[in-house]
């Protein structure tokens, strides 16, 4: 079983759609919360971040979490075209020394016009 | 101010040959990282390093290795490339601060014959 499940979709949505990505999760250690949006052939750049339960917001982007459950979703508002891209959590926990951090396999999110 | 580097952008190599992947990060960074990204599998750990001259190993080291002589590089190594090392590279480095302050470079390409 991965640590991190995440649905790879591809999700496709018209333009101006309130879109909802989510992941699950095992391991109860996990700190902290983020979510990475990575367009076509580019690095991953962090979008939000999060470690408590809760909805955090920033924008057209709501991350939330809920620990009790193991699941966190991201809410895209008013979706653009734009907003195309691949999608990826990822959490975070101490162990061997060093933050270890931990990707879902990532959603691929199209928004038409 | 640049982020983080990699080069090259992609290679091609056969099978057995060796090469050299080569990240630089210009925001005085502790830790760094290489990753790989296969699809639907998304970003696995390599190695990593939490400051000049240190180095560890990931989740999947075998077949690579790495050096940090200078707190500014982070060198990623095939001594005798696989074809199943063919993936999307990524180097990424990250701040005392913690995963919010984590930046990606833009990835190499390779693909191994």
């Known amino acids: 079983q991965k640590e991190v499940e995440q649905d790879p979709g591809p999700l496709s949505v018209p333009e101006g759609a309130i879109v909802s990505l989510n992941c699950t999760y095992s391991?109860?250690?996990?700190?902290?919360f983020m979510w990475y949006r990575q367009y076509s052939r580019k690095g991953p750049e962090l979008l939000m971040y999060?470690?408590?339960?809760g909805n955090k917001e920033d924008g057209r982007f709501t991350a939330q979490v809920d620990k009790s459950s193991k699941y966190i979703s991201l809410f895209i508002r008013d979706s653009q075209p734009s907003d195309s891209a691949t999608y990826l959590c990822a959490m975070t926990y101490f162990s061997g020394g060093y933050n270890k951090l931990i990707f879902g396999a990532g959603t691929r999110l199209a928004v038409h016009p | 101010n640049a982020g983080v580097t990699q080069t090259p952008k992609f290679r091609v190599l056969k099978t057995g040959q060796s090469m050299t992947l080569l990240c630089a990060q210009d925001m005085n960074h502790e830790y760094m990282y290489w990753y790989r990204q296969d699809p639907g599998m998304g970003l696995r750990l390599i190695h990593y390093?939490?400051?000049?001259?240190?180095?560890a190993k990931g989740e999947v080291p075998d077949g690579y290795n790495v050096s940090r002589l200078k707190k500014q590089n982070f060198l990623l190594g095939l001594e005798s490339a696989a074809p199943s090392q063919t993936s999307v590279y990524f180097c990424?480095?990250?701040?005392?601060?913690?995963?919010?302050?984590?930046?990606f470079g833009p990835g190499t390409r390779l693909l191994v014959l």
């Open positions: 999060t470690y408590s339960s």
């Open positions: 391991n109860s250690a996990f700190q902290y």
């Open positions: 990424a480095s990250m701040g005392l601060a913690g995963a919010e302050t984590q930046y």
């Open positions: 390093s939490v400051g000049e001259g240190t180095t």
